[in-house]
């Protein structure tokens, strides 16, 4: 039996790559960090570049993981509850965003505010949709 999982991507506006194939490397990495937990993501904010940087205590030191881009993701339940999960997906380098480990953060509303006051998972109309994907999990074997 096989599973079809419709995903929808956003961006802040004002952070959307130039370029489709970025905009395409991005998505494949934002998917990989949210399948790290074996879930079915229904929505994803992309929430950054690639940047090397994290912020502890309001301390904006080098993240000791190494280079990595900001996630949002809901699955099903979440979007009925208006909460998310932040998570960091960790890459090789900055050009192939090749998938090395992901981290999440505890589950929070929607409506937590990050730095300058504005929200983590702004309403759908503030967002940039990218085009839905479709994401197909077959069995193995399956011809």
Not at 15 to 44: C, F, G, M, V
Request: charged fraction near 25%.
């Amino acid at each position: 039996m096989s599973t079809v999982n419709m995903i929808k991507y956003y961006f802040y506006e004002g952070l959307i790559p130039r370029s489709k194939e970025r905009i395409r490397q991005l998505i494949t990495l934002a998917y990989q960090t949210a399948r790290d937990r074996k879930i079915y993501p229904k929505a994803i904010l992309i929430r950054s570049e690639v940047h090397p940087t994290t912020s502890i205590n309001g301390i904006r030191i080098k993240d000791p993981s190494g280079l990595y881009v900001t996630f949002c993701y809901k699955y099903e339940d979440q979007l009925l509850r208006g909460t998310h999960v932040a998570s960091h997906g960790y890459v090789k380098d900055k050009a192939t965003l090749k998938f090395v480990q992901a981290t999440h953060h505890p589950e929070k509303s929607d409506l937590a505010k990050r730095q300058k006051g504005k929200t983590f998972w702004p309403a759908e109309e503030e967002l940039i949709a990218a085009p839905e994907i479709a994401y197909s999990h077959l069995p193995i074997g399956w011809k």
